[in-house]
Every structure is written in structure tokens, then in C-alpha cells.
């Protein structure tokens, strides 16, 4: 079944006679890599390091954006230095790397792009509980069922990137090509209303003027629910930017077929994915003003020991 599978997959791929025509190509795409990987492993260790001292994030919050983050990790841990050596050895020896070497490298990429991609739908789905459901929020959303959650989606994970040593290879691309397209189209469809809730209620809110204490307090709390809606929203954005290149490479590759431009432009959507594990910490440093300062914080107190 692997060599099946390794035969299938090397459409997206240069053969050995094309190797030499992507020797710039793999160099680009090498540094480049590199450069993500070490922007990757730092800027993610520092955002687990800050979400993890943020007490002003929820327990529920703090683990859904802790799996996130722990899953960009992995991409720059396991993933980018893998797929940076695997371009390396293409240009060294001039051939395609064995079936065994390139079936880890798919496992190890599956199952940490896929818990990223889930990560993010589940933080979505929960801005749209606490958006939708905001009285109930914390009734529905226990930290129990949010670890449960996280668990199943890294348990997901590795089942869907397992299926490669054992499921044929057309029912591998109805899985992950149903699986993606559904979850795009529901992620889509919740960060969507969630956002235009959000700015409704944001505007709303504004114009509102309201005495009573209790009153007070309930619509402060909603709107930082909402605040934290709309800049989880960038989150998606970014996501989606990364990640709909690389589905709109395959789909060419097998629509029109395999070339060099759409096998350059496959190559080239990869990296596109990884850099999405370096934009994660950004955005969350920028938009979420908790975690902002307590990396601020711990960057000032680290200069300060240094002098």
C-alpha cells in the first residue's frame, strides 16, 4: 500500500529528470524554510509561555489557543526541518527520497496541519457559542468538555494521518478532500456570523447608556467576548490566505494534470502553510491585548537581567 501511495503522490513532485530544472526553486523554498522554522519554534514557545500566565484569558480559551499554538510548534519542530531535507536531498542526489522516508514525512505533516486546521474551527465554534449563547457560555462551555474536545481533535488528527498505510489512494483524497472542503465551509459560515454579530453588537453597545451596576458589568464582559470574536476572526483570515493555495495547487495538478509551473506552485503552497505557524503568535500579539503585554512584559524583565 505505500508504494501505491508513494506513486501517487509523486505527481505532485519533480521527477528525477526535473530535479535539475527546480534546483532554484528548492533553494528558495530551503532558506525561506528555514528562516520559518526558527520563527515558528520562537515565536510559538513565547505565546505558550504568555497565554499560559495570561489570567485574564478563560481556563476554556487559554487551552483551545494553548492546543493551537502547541500544534505551530510542531510544524516548526518536526515538519519544516523534514520537508527543508527532503528538498536538500532531491538537489544532492538528484532522485526522489525512498517511499518509507517520504510516508513519515506525511504522517508527521498530516498530523500537525490537521490539528492546526481543527484547532482553529474549534476556536471558532466557541467565539460563536460565547457570541450566541452568552448567558449560557460557561454553562455549555466547561473546561472538561474543551479538553475533551482538544483530545479528540489531536486523536482525529493522527487516525487521518494514518489512513495513508492502509486505505486506498482515492479514498484517502475523498477523506481529506470532503473532510477540508466541510470544514472551510462550516468554519467559514461561523466566523462569518460571528464577526457580524460581533461589530453589530459593538456598535450597539456604543450607543448605549446604561446605570444600573449589574447591567454595566454583564455588557463589559460581552464586550470582551465580542473584542476577543472579532480578533480571533483575524485568525481565520490569515488560515484561510495560507492554506487555499495549496488546495488550489492539488486541484490543478490533478484537474490539468502535472508541469512544472503547478508542481513549482505546489511546492511553493507548502511553504505557504508552514509560514501560518509563524503568523499565528503575530496576530495573537497583536490583536489580543492580554497576551501583547505579558510578552512585553517578560521581554523588558529578560532585559533587564541581561543588564
Not at 21 to 34: K, M, P, S
Not at 118 to 135: E, K, Q
Amino acid at each position: 500500500m505505500n508504494e501505491m501511495f508513494c506513486e501517487e503522490y509523486t505527481q505532485y513532485f519533480p521527477s528525477a529528470i526535473e530535479i535539475s530544472d527546480f534546483r532554484w526553486t528548492y533553494f528558495a523554498n530551503c532558506l525561506l524554510n528555514i528562516f520559518l522554522t526558527h520563527t515558528a519554534i520562537m515565536l510559538n514557545i513565547m505565546t505558550i509561555y504568555a497565554i499560559r500566565k495570561t489570567s485574564m484569558l478563560s481556563k476554556t480559551m487559554r487551552t483551545l489557543l494553548l492546543s493551537l499554538a502547541v500544534s505551530d510548534v510542531g510544524v516548526g519542530l518536526f515538519v519544516q526541518p523534514f520537508y527543508s531535507s527532503l528538498q536538500v536531498n532531491w538537489v544532492q542526489q538528484q532522485s526522489n527520497p525512498s517511499c518509507d522516508t517520504f510516508t513519515a514525512f506525511m504522517i508527521i505533516n498530516i498530523t500537525f496541519s490537521v490539528a492546526s486546521f481543527l484547532s482553529v474551527v474549534a476556536v471558532g465554534v466557541d467565539r460563536f457559542l460565547a457570541i450566541h449563547f452568552h448567558l449560557r457560555y460557561r454553562e455549555l462551555v466547561t473546561q472538561k468538555r474543551v479538553v475533551a474536545v482538544v483530545l479528540s481533535n489531536w486523536l482525529l488528527s493522527a487516525f487521518v494521518s494514518l489512513i495513508i498505510l492502509w486505505a486506498p489512494f482515492s479514498a484517502q483524497n475523498l477523506i481529506l478532500s470532503a473532510g477540508g472542503i466541510i470544514c472551510f465551509l462550516v468554519t467559514a459560515m461561523i466566523y462569518i456570523n460571528t464577526y457580524s454579530v460581533a461589530r453589530r453588537h459593538k456598535v450597539q453597545m456604543r450607543s448605549l447608556q446604561v446605570q444600573q451596576r449589574e447591567r454595566i458589568d454583564e455588557m463589559a464582559d460581552f464586550a470582551c467576548q465580542i473584542k476577543s470574536a472579532v480578533s480571533l476572526f483575524y485568525v481565520y483570515l490569515v488560515f484561510l490566505l495560507c492554506f487555499v493555495p495549496f488546495y488550489v495547487s492539488v486541484a490543478s495538478i490533478k484537474i490539468h494534470g502535472s508541469s512544472i509551473i503547478l508542481k513549482r506552485f505546489y511546492l511553493l503552497s507548502v511553504t505557504l502553510v508552514f509560514l501560518n505557524s509563524s503568523l499565528n503568535p503575530i496576530i495573537y500579539c497583536w490583536k489580543i491585548r492580554h497576551i501583547r503585554r505579558t510578552i512585553m512584559d517578560s521581554l523588558k524583565s529578560m532585559s533587564w537581567n541581561r543588564n
